[in-house]
């Protein structure tokens, strides 16, 4: 008996000790009582066939009672933001997409926070991400990747801290389930090291769109006119033909490669025998282009073109990655056919204008300082570097030599001579009409 009590001093010690470290997560008091009960035996007579018997009765007897009371931990909510709180980037099956969760925790984690995520059981082992897990988490507009590991349907994202509030988290590149039905429910949590600290099991049950349909090379093409440069801003064409009809108010959704930039972008729509054409309303975030609410109608078997101007080719040479074109239901990601994996373009190095140089001696072996002038076709932003070579012939270049700073050249203001003979003409005509001598 004196064991027991000992044992149950030490666990309850422990439990206690270990609330005590716990600051954040919110608790309660709650009044156990516990009962000290001793079994007793007791003899038992009773007649049974004509004969009676004994047999010992085995029951407990309530010693004492004591009321502790004690803190006892409670896991935080985890509350849903928006509808659907998961956005998917393309909701057919079988379809890669990125994953942005919202949702809102209950409880601060100052440090050692990370958030786990388990997706329900129709997706696959190890969620068909090629290569490493990435994930993202927002501040705002902002985005920061963070790391995260993926175990079977589970994904670990180390957060370090974790304010409680809004919480934006962006997986890439999960693998949509194969069947249309509803996946089954998430469940996320957030942790401190190993212990629980806001949870919700049943967070969201999505469904998932048709198989889309893909174009072929025969139904689809990609070009450009214009120089493919560093910089540059080549009029993007895309022409394909319909092999279903599309309903009117439908999407367009462009994905460029990373590093473009936008530049006052235009966008057309129109026929391939420019019968109509339609100017569209687009917007754009990052490399993704979204055009919203096509006015009209696409026939099946029609041929169509659309072409984008202001698209700012990456400052980097060198092949870029994948554009992508799919055209979507109103108001989702459901795609009802597109092309992913359009080829990409070979960026050439842009080309420097009006470059000279200029010495001041020409001698032979005379010291002398030159000026080189150039205009760039791309910006150089602070803390670039300008690289000179000169000829073989220059080997003697002192190690004390020295280069003033950079001088943007200014251009000058010029008049008009038109303007000026126009308004000249015009006091003329206006002198004339007074009767007086220009």
């Known amino acids: 008996m ?10 309850l010690a422990l439990v206690l000790l ?71 980037s393309t909701t057919n099956v079988g379809e890669v997409a990125d994953y942005t969760f919202k949702f809102k925790a209950a409880n601060t984690i100052d440090a050692t926070a990370f958030i786990i995520i388990n997706f329900p059981h129709k997706y696959a082992k190890g969620l068909g991400v090629t290569g490493d897990c990435a994930a993202s988490i927002f501040a705002g507009q902002t985005e920061t990747e963070v790391p995260c590991t993926i175990k079977n349907r589970r994904v670990r994202i180390n957060v370090v801290s974790l304010d409680a509030g ?35 099991s049943k967070f969201y049950n999505p469904s998932f769109s048709r198989t889309k ?5 025969a139904t689809f093409k990609f070009g450009y006119t214009g120089r ?27 994905t460029f490669p990373n590093g473009v930039k936008y530049n006052n972008p235009r966008v057309v729509l129109l026929n391939a025998q420019a019968k109509w054409r339609v100017v569209l309303r ?12 096509i006015p009209r109608a696409l026939a099946k078997d029609g041929k169509v073109k659309l072409k984008i101007w202001g698209v700012v080719m990456p400052e980097v040479a060198g092949a870029t990655g994948s554009y992508g ?16 994996d359009v080829g990409g373009q070979e960026i050439r190095v842009g080309k420097f204008k009006n470059f000279r140089v200029r010495c001041r001696r020409r001698e032979k072996a005379a010291e002398t300082d030159c000026g080189i002038h150039f205009q760039s076709t791309n910006t150089i932003e602070q803390g670039g570097k300008i690289t000179i070579t000169f000829p073989a012939e220059f080997d003697n270049i002192a190690s004390t030599c020295r280069v003033h700073g950079l001088r943007p050249i200014k251009p000058k203001k010029c008049s008009n001579p038109r303007r000026k003979s126009a308004k000249r003409r015009r006091e003329e005509a206006a002198a004339a009409a007074k009767g007086q001598t220009a």
């Open 18 to 88: 270990a609330l005590t470290l716990i600051p954040e997560v919110e608790s309660a008091k709650i009044v156990r009582t516990i009962v000290k009960r001793k079994v007793v035996k007791s003899p038992i007579a009773f007649f049974g066939d004509n004969v009676a018997k004994v047999k010992q009765s085995r029951f407990t007897k309530v010693v004492s009672r004591k009321k502790i009371i004690f803190n006892e931990v409670r896991t935080g909510k985890i509350s849903a933001v928006g509808n659907p709180p998961i956005l998917m």
């Open 228 to 254: 493919m440069y560093c910089g540059a801003s080549p009029v993007l064409h895309f022409t394909w033909t319909n092999t279903m009809k599309i309903p009117s108010r439908s999407w367009f959704r462009l």
């Open 325 to 340: 074109f799919e055209i979507l239901e109103r108001g989702t990601n459901t795609v009802f056919i597109g092309k992913t």
């Open 282 to 293: 687009c917007s754009a975030h990052k490399n993704v282009f979204k055009c919203k609410n």
């Open 213 to 217: 349909v893909t174009f072929s090379a």
């Open 2 to 11: 004196r064991a027991n009590r000992s044992s149950l001093l030490c666990c």
């Open 166 to 200: 809004l919480i934006v988290i962006k997986i890439k590149g999960v693998l949509n389930p194969s069947q249309s039905r509803g996946a089954g429910n998430f469940r996320i949590e957030t942790r401190k090291k190993s212990r629980i600290v806001d949870r919700v």
